[in-house]
């Protein structure tokens, strides 16, 4: 998948890997200001069955080419949703 992230929809991230997957990392850039930044700062997942990865949705992620069948479980959280389903007092 190419590079991307979610801050337009959501605010938390998180990726369920439900099988291994040698050669498909999943690539995150932590600190995006500059390319240099970029490249210091990414960080690669490789997937591995029941490794949870929860992330900034505003944090570009990518996945990197594989010749396997890489799956995952994706979903989100939205802090607008979640004070509306509990509201603060």
Known sequence: MKEH???????????????????????????????????????AVKPKKGRLAVF??????????TYNNKKIFAGCLSYNAINTLCPRE
Request: charged content about 30%.
């Open 5 to 43: 992230d979610h801050k337009d929809k959501e605010d938390i991230t998180f990726l369920l890997y439900l099988n291994d997957c040698p050669d498909g990392d999943t690539v995150f850039y932590l600190n995006f200001a500059d390319e240099r930044s970029r490249q210091r700062s990414q960080i």
């Open 56 to 65: 900034s949705s505003v944090v570009p992620q990518e996945g990197t080419v």
